[in-house]
T-cell receptor, first 115, second 111 residues
């Protein structure tokens, strides 16, 4: 059974703190993604990675960085959290695309509140 | 610039009737379109997809229709069930396999 896990379901941090969100998948997927979900805006891609130590900016990378040291783990880092980063953060993984559509599997999400 | 749009924030349907969720897009380079379903406190789960070279794909109670000339896709659920109540996101695949999501539509199916 496929599984994407995220380190925390709920997180409360203060403005200016450094925040780490961890994501682990057990499906040996090459691709991993970080999204944030906000009301009225849907899911927006922050960063993605096609392989270990590779990363690509998504649509809204400002204020975030990522790290992928191992294939199964993809971390999202908020260097200095701000209140406008209060959101639901979703991690996903998928196999590499070789034709056809490879489903992205999502974790349960982390609800981050920045005070 | 919202490349994928779901213009209806919510939809309410009676059990047993048809639910039709709509989605519009602007980028003609998208090669796959898909629908994800999301329950509260869970991550989205994949529902159904359609290639840009097709105009219909069916899976049980779920059918997705693609109208390329109108840059429009729709998801039909027949018959609707209370367990279908969730947020539905349409998404489109573009360059590098990236997905662009719509804003979501909250579907409520009343018993």
């Amino acid at each position: 059974d496929v599984k994407v896990t995220q380190s925390s379901r709920y997180l409360v941090k203060r403005t200016g703190e450094k925040v780490f969100l961890e994501c682990v998948q057990d499906m040996d997927h090459e691709n991993m993604f970080w999204y944030r979900q906000d009301p009225g805006l849907g899911l927006r891609l922050i960063y993605f990675s096609y392989d270990v130590k590779m990363k690509e900016k998504g649509d809204i990378p400002e204020g975030y960085s990522v790290s992928r040291e191992k294939k199964e783990r993809f971390s999202l880092i908020l260097e200095s959290a701000s209140t406008n980063q209060t959101s639901m953060y979703l991690c996903a993984s998928s196999l590499s695309t070789t034709g056809g559509y490879n489903e992205q599997f999502f974790g349960p999400g982390t609800r981050l509140t920045v005070l | 610039d919202q490349q994928v749009k779901q213009n209806s924030p919510s939809l309410s349907v009676q059990e047993g009737r048809i639910s039709i969720l709509n989605c519009d897009y602007t980028n003609s380079m998208f090669d796959y379109f898909l629908w994800y379903k999301k329950y509260p406190a869970e991550g989205p789960t994949f529902l159904i997809s359609i290639s840009s070279i097709k105009d219909k794909n069916e899976d049980g109670r779920f059918t997705v229709f693609l109208n390329k000339s109108a840059k429009h896709l729709s998801l039909h659920i027949v018959p609707s069930q209370p367990g279908d109540s969730a947020v539905y996101f349409c998404a489109a695949r573009g360059s590098y396999g990236k997905l662009t999501f719509g804003q979501g539509t909250i579907l409520t199916v009343h018993p």
